[in-house]
């Protein structure tokens, strides 16, 4: 693998305009000077994934190259051995901020159930191109339980390795907590991690050089890095390709 293969401060990559209105909190939250654009509520991090209906639009770019190119050039590299194998030369995750997190799987593909005219988005896309029963049959309306809730919401992070998803969603894509306080760094395994730091301060450290770590930083850390450590008081989210695929 590239010599080379480093952690990745990724900028910020917003898709303008949506058919949503938004983005000031992610301005603030990233520390970027206020844009007065209104219809940028997604920031979308380490994406190899285009919005629906466009070839390039929404892909993360590093250096003036596509992160998607240079994950297809050292797939290993970057993803591992084992996710290749299964998955070739996708992530398999989608990470965006809107005003909160969001991990999805790796589509732009959504139903929309309220629609205003918007001038990139015709009444028919908003269902994807499908007839109203077909889209529909996507909503569960069937009534929710107790046990049923608790499947489907995930956890707070009370503490460092609190697992943000529900079990049934590890299949498909994975978000872990880091709690840090002045003392110990935490040492973490070497795996594909989209890191995105909420509050505090901290460093990023690994085999010959470290990373200076702020509220509002997202950093790309490819699986060839190896083991990486986090000093610091802060906290922060590790979102990850789907169980098994480290």
């Not at 919401?153 to 697992?163: E, I, K, L, R």
Request: charged share 25%; with cysteine; aromatic share 6%.
């Amino acid at each position: 693998m590239p010599s080379d293969l480093r952690p990745i401060r990724l900028p910020m990559n917003r898709p303008v305009p949506r058919p949503y209105r938004g983005g000031a909190a992610i301005e603030r939250f990233r520390r970027v000077s206020p844009s007065g654009e209104d219809r940028a509520p997604e920031d979308r991090l380490a994406s190899v994934v285009t919005t629906f209906g466009h070839a390039e639009e929404g892909l993360t770019l590093v250096d003036s190259v596509y992160l998607r190119e240079l994950i297809e050039a050292d797939p290993v590299g970057f993803l591992g051995r084992e996710h290749v194998a299964r998955f070739g030369a996708n992530p398999q995750i989608l990470c965006k901020l809107l005003h909160t997190g969001e991990l999805q799987e790796p589509v732009d593909l959504s139903v929309i159930l309220e629609y205003a005219p918007f001038e990139r988005l015709a009444r028919e896309d908003g269902l994807l191109g499908l007839d109203v029963t077909t889209a529909l049959s996507c909503i569960d309306r069937s009534r929710f339980g107790s046990d049923r809730l608790a499947e489907t919401v995930g956890a707070v992070p009370a503490q460092s390795g609190s697992v943000l998803f529900p079990a049934a969603a590890r299949r498909f894509f994975r978000a872990e907590s880091v709690v840090l306080q002045r003392g110990p760094g935490l040492r973490l395994p070497a795996q594909f991690t989209v890191l995105v730091v909420t509050e505090g301060v901290g460093t990023l450290g690994w085999a010959d050089d470290h990373l200076p770590l702020l509220a509002g930083d997202v950093v790309l850390v490819p699986q060839g890095v190896g083991d990486v450590t986090l000093d610091g008081d802060m906290r922060a989210i590790r979102c990850m390709p789907p169980e098994g695929a480290a």
